[in-house]
């Protein structure tokens, strides 16, 4: 069965510094990896997928993820992070049902504390 | 861009009682989801649906659960008679397709069950 880790509840980190959340998938076959991110009461937003190609990932308020296949992981990164990163972050995996339709499957979520 | 939208943001309902959250899915998708997110828990699949009926459900989406696609805009998940562990945020999520190239989902911003 497809799924995803994220080690760790919470990353604290300074603003202007980097920061890197983290993910590692197990998965039969091609993974196609996603990353969420949820403010206070708000619904999860979509910051990047990896499907294929160059396995480093741009995506949207200048975040990266990098994915690498050795290791199964796919760890969210941004240079400089800034007190409105705050949020809750989510990993997730595209699984495959025996429909042929796909749902995701999400990690624990992480939350991600810049502090000022 | 498009949204995703849902409708009540925030419900609040005696146990027992029946409760219809609604959301529009974008206009030119065609796959439509709900996901329960329980407090502090990680994002859960519930239903898919496509060409008017389900086509994928979790163990967790039994007899009491519904969906429908009344109008041909609207997907409604009707809960027939609430249990307190019903009490989650509910998102609706919509694709243009369940294939390697489409976007993936797009989430609305949650329905926040209460049930007393």
């Known amino acids: 069965a497809q799924s995803v880790a994220q080690p760790e509840d919470q990353v604290n980190v300074a603003e202007g510094n980097p920061l890197t959340v983290k993910c590692t998938y197990s998965?039969?076959?091609?993974?196609?990896l996603f990353w969420y991110v949820q403010y206070p009461n708000r619904g999860l937003q979509f910051l990047l997928k990896y499907i294929t190609g160059d396995n480093l990932v741009k995506g949207s308020y200048g975040f990266e993820a990098e994915f690498n296949k050795s290791q199964t992981s796919f760890h969210l990164k941004k240079p400089s992070a800034l007190v409105s990163d705050s949020a809750l972050y989510f990993c997730a995996v595209r699984a495959l049902m025996n429909t042929g339709f796909q749902k995701l499957v999400f990690g624990t979520g992480t939350r991600l504390l810049v502090s000022p | 861009e498009p949204e995703v939208t849902q409708t009540p943001s925030h419900q609040v309902t005696q146990m027992g009682q029946e409760v219809i959250l609604r959301c529009v899915p974008i206009s030119n998708h065609l796959y439509f989801y709900w996901y329960r997110q329980i407090l502090g828990q990680k994002v859960e699949f519930l239903v898919s649906?496509?060409?008017?009926?389900?086509?994928?459900k979790s163990e967790i989406f039994d007899d009491q659960f519904s969906v429908e696609r009344p109008d041909g805009s609207n997907f409604t998940l009707k809960i027939r008679s609430t249990k307190l562990e019903d009490s989650a945020m509910y998102f609706c999520?919509?694709?243009?397709?369940?294939?390697?190239?489409?976007?993936?989902?797009?989430f609305g911003s949650g329905t926040r069950l209460t049930v007393v």
């Open positions: 649906f496509y060409n008017n009926e389900i086509s994928e």
């Open positions: 999520a919509s694709s243009d397709g369940t294939g390697v190239n489409s976007y993936g989902y797009t």
């Open positions: 998965v039969s076959g091609n993974p196609y």
